[in-house]
């Protein structure tokens, strides 16, 4: 297995390819850690709990006619959740380059942040939308 | 089920083929779930084929038969069928592209 230097992930939001406008992606998915310890036990012991996942994906925004901005407000603006997904490597899904998949909702979006002489970047941030949590496909 | 159309990607941007998973870059042709492909022609990013055309729905040949003031239309053999099943059961249900053939 090669370790690998991200230099060309992949991100496709809504299933339009993003990736030539990111500049940072973050996957982040937590369980709960939930205490089961109980009386008698000497040591502590957790289970699993509910499982959240974040995708914070950072963004050279682009105002222009059907690029960044005027894709990512509306999906701010709706309640109706859509696929975002992830690979390291922008090429085929494979064992190698595995995808990771939310159905996620933008709960806050800030399509200008930034002082003079900086790029307009924005995070997105992504949150879990639907029970599927995150995926990791090969295929 | 998910209905699929087939779009041209407009936009700068590659999308992703909603059966392979890949991406289409600009100029090519992409396939999309109506509902995502209705939105993003709508932002510009793809357009629109002939092909996402709504499809061409034919009338039940038994329903105009009797006359039926609200004859079952559709475009899919499957609902054809199962139609048939349902309301004519006496008749063999027909293949949709024969009914638009024969006009």
Redesign the interface.
């Known amino acids: 297995m090669a370790k690998l230097v991200l230099t060309n992930a992949?991100v496709?939001v809504?299933?339009?390819?993003?990736s030539?406008h990111v500049s940072s992606v973050t996957i982040e998915s937590t369980r709960d850690e939930v205490d089961v310890t109980s009386m008698g036990d000497t040591s502590k012991e957790i289970v699993l709990g509910l499982n959240d996942v974040t995708f914070t994906v950072t963004i050279f925004n682009d105002y222009?006619?059907?690029?960044l901005d005027?894709?990512m407000f509306?999906l701010h603006q709706t309640n109706t959740p859509f696929v975002v997904?992830v690979r390291p490597v922008?090429g085929?899904?494979s064992t190698s380059n595995p995808?990771y998949t939310i159905t996620a909702l933008l709960p806050s979006y800030s399509p200008i942040a930034g002082s003079i002489g900086d790029a307009a970047t924005t995070d997105l941030v992504f949150r879990n939308a639907a029970q599927t949590g995150m995926q990791r496909?090969v295929a | 089920m998910t209905e699929y159309g087939t779009y041209t990607v407009t936009g700068d941007q590659p999308v992703q083929d909603a059966k392979t998973g890949e991406a289409v870059a600009p100029g090519k042709q992409v396939r999309l779930d109506r509902q995502l492909g209705r939105e993003l022609a709508f932002l510009g990013v793809v357009k629109a084929g002939e092909a996402d055309a709504e499809p061409e729905r034919v009338t039940c040949p038994q329903c105009e038969a009797l006359d039926r003031s609200r004859p079952f239309k559709t475009a899919s053999d499957e609902e054809l069928a199962d139609h048939y099943a349902d309301k004519h059961p006496a008749f063999a249900a027909p293949i949709v592209e024969e009914l638009k053939s024969n006009g």
């Open positions: 992949q496709f809504n299933a339009v390819d993003i030539n222009a006619a059907a690029s005027s894709q509306p997904e922008n085929a899904r995808a496909l």
